[in-house]
């Protein structure tokens, strides 16, 4: 099954904090989080393994509760440049295969 | 390669017709993978192949799509009597598939079937 991703969209001006969650009702191997521009192709954020990590990318981290089967994106400081489709990826066990989730788009205004 | 390399871009073709959708992987990749992002929508798995395992073929959405991997590099997705809704952005993906087996997307192909 897809994850689930809330909120669906959120705009937000510039210095402005969000949160994304992504929901599995799978057990979890690992996350990965990409970004997704209008006309583009998803780019790799960062990836967090079972354990209840939490990673760091300049402003960007997010942390993974394999108990919860969930994973939230923490965008501090919002830039205009974190406009796009965030998607949570989930891996599921040995297989590489991920299954990516609803997807979340965020707009950054001035 | 630098990255991963899709063909053609843009594609248009009639309903009935049969097209055929070119990836070429990250060099040294061992794992590809080709999904659909409709117009919009989130990326949905199609197919996956890692090394020279047999494929994970369990996201074609009917047997009128099917993939394959020669030499272990160059993907050549197939769609066959092609219909309206087969009209998406086909993504492939590479991987080196051991580690944290990030994905690397190409810029993909736009199908239009009119």
């Known amino acids: 099954q897809q994850p689930v991703q809330s909120p669906q969209a959120v705009i937000l001006r510039e210095g402005e904090d969000a949160v994304i969650n992504c929901s599995s009702s799978?057990?979890?191997?690992?996350v990965h989080w990409y970004r997704q521009k209008h006309g583009e192709a998803p780019v790799f954020l960062m990836i967090?393994?079972?354990?209840?990590e939490q990673k760091g990318h300049e402003k960007i981290s997010a942390s993974f509760n394999e108990k919860k089967q969930q994973s939230s994106l923490y965008l501090t400081a919002s830039q205009l440049s974190y406009s796009g489709t965030y998607f949570c990826?989930?891996?599921?066990?040995?297989?590489?295969?991920?299954?990516f989730g609803t997807g979340t788009l965020l707009a950054v205004q001035p | 390669g630098a990255g991963v390399s899709q063909s053609p871009s843009n594609k248009v073709t009639e309903k009935g017709k049969d097209v055929e959708l070119r990836c070429d992987p990250i060099s040294g990749h061992t794992a590809l993978y080709w999904y659909r992002q409709s117009l919009g929508q989130g990326l949905e798995f199609l197919i996956y192949f890692q090394g020279n395992s047999a494929p994970d073929k369990s996201g074609l959405p009917s047997d009128r799509f099917s993939a394959e991997r020669t030499g272990g590099s160059v993907s050549t997705l197939t769609i066959q009597r092609t219909q309206q809704e087969d009209s998406a952005v086909y993504l492939c993906a590479s991987s080196r598939g051991g580690g944290e087996n990030i994905q690397y997307f190409g810029a993909g192909t736009r199908l239009s079937v009119l």
């Open positions: 967090l393994l079972k354990g209840g």
């Open positions: 799978k057990a979890l191997y690992s």
């Open positions: 990826g989930s891996r599921g066990g040995a297989t590489n295969k991920l299954i």
